[in-house]
T-cell receptor, first 115, second 111 residues
Framework: GAVVSQHPSRVICKSGTSVKIECRSL??????MFWYRQFPKQSLMLMAT?????????EQGVEKDKFLINHASLTLSTLTVTSAHPEDSSFYIC???????????FGQGTRLTVV | QKEVEQNSGPLSVPEGAIASLNCTYS??????FFWYRQYSGKSPELIMS????GDKEDGRFTAQLNKASQYVSLLIRDSQPSDSATYLC???????????FGKGTSLLVTP
C-alpha cells in the first residue's frame, strides 16, 4: 500500500502553546487529505477534509480557528493545534487518498499530550 | 446521521479458529467499504476493501458485502494471536470524500 508519513509521532506541550503536525504522502500525490482525532477506546472522528490549494472543510463542532489546516501541496498537509489545552490531548491521525474513489491510507498518528 | 455499527466485543476466539466480524451501515448510498486493523496505540492499517456484493478473499481474510441488507463482514481464517487488535469497519458514500468509521470490534485470539 501507499505510504503516508506523519510527524511527530509523539509530542508533549504546555497549555497555551501551539503544535504543528505534518502529514506527507511519500509515493503518491494526495488530492485529498483527512485529519482524524481518536480518544481512548473511541473510534476515529473526522475533524476536517482538505484538498490541495483550497480551504479545509471542517466537521461540525470542530473549531477552524483552533485547528488550522494547510494543504499547501499534493504531498503535504499540516494541522496546527493553536492555544492547546489539556482537553486537546488525543491521538491525531492523518489520512490521504490519491483518487476520490480510492483507498485511504493512514499516517502513523501523533500522540499529543498537553500539560 | 450516517451510522456504522459494530459490536464492540471483545470477541474471543481460540488460535486456529475462524473469527467473524460484523458491521451494519445506515446509508444506502454507501458504495465503498473497508476493513482496517488497529493495534493499541497505532494508526489503522487497511486490510480489505470491497465495492460489490459477494465475497472477496485475500489470504486468510474474506470480506463479505450484502448491500440489500446493508451488511458487511470480515472473516479471518486460521486466527493467530497476532491478529488480536481492534477491527474498524469504514464506509464511504459515493458522493462523499471521507470515510465514516464504526467504533470497532476488539478481537482477542487466545493461544
Amino acid at each position: 500500500g501507499a505510504v503516508v508519513s506523519q510527524h511527530p509521532s509523539r509530542v508533549i506541550c504546555k497549555s497555551g502553546t501551539s503544535v504543528k503536525i505534518e502529514c506527507r504522502s511519500l509515493d503518491f500525490q494526495a488530492t485529498t487529505m483527512f485529519w482524524y482525532r481518536q480518544f481512548p477506546k473511541q473510534s476515529l472522528m473526522l475533524m476536517a477534509t482538505s484538498n490541495e490549494g483550497s480551504k479545509a472543510t471542517y466537521e461540525q463542532g470542530v473549531e477552524k480557528d483552533k485547528f488550522l489546516i494547510n494543504h499547501a501541496s499534493l504531498t503535504l498537509s499540516t494541522l496546527t493545534v493553536t492555544s492547546a489545552h489539556p482537553e486537546d490531548s488525543s491521538f491525531y491521525i492523518c489520512s490521504a487518498r490519491e483518487t476520490r474513489q480510492g483507498e485511504a491510507f493512514f499516517g502513523q498518528g501523533t500522540r499529543l499530550t498537553v500539560v | 446521521q450516517k451510522e456504522v455499527e459494530q459490536n464492540s466485543g471483545p470477541l474471543s476466539v481460540p488460535e486456529g479458529a475462524i473469527a467473524s466480524l460484523n458491521c451494519t451501515y445506515s446509508d444506502r448510498g454507501s458504495q465503498s467499504f473497508f476493513w482496517y486493523r488497529q493495534y493499541s496505540g497505532k494508526s489503522p492499517e487497511l486490510i480489505m476493501s470491497i465495492y460489490s456484493n459477494g465475497d472477496k478473499e485475500d489470504g486468510r481474510f474474506t470480506a463479505q458485502l450484502n448491500k440489500a441488507s446493508q451488511y458487511v463482514s470480515l472473516l479471518i481464517r486460521d486466527s493467530q494471536p497476532s491478529d488480536s487488535a481492534t477491527y474498524l469497519c469504514a464506509v464511504k458514500h459515493n458522493s462523499g470524500y471521507a470515510l465514516n468509521f464504526g467504533k470497532g470490534t476488539s478481537l482477542l485470539v487466545t493461544p
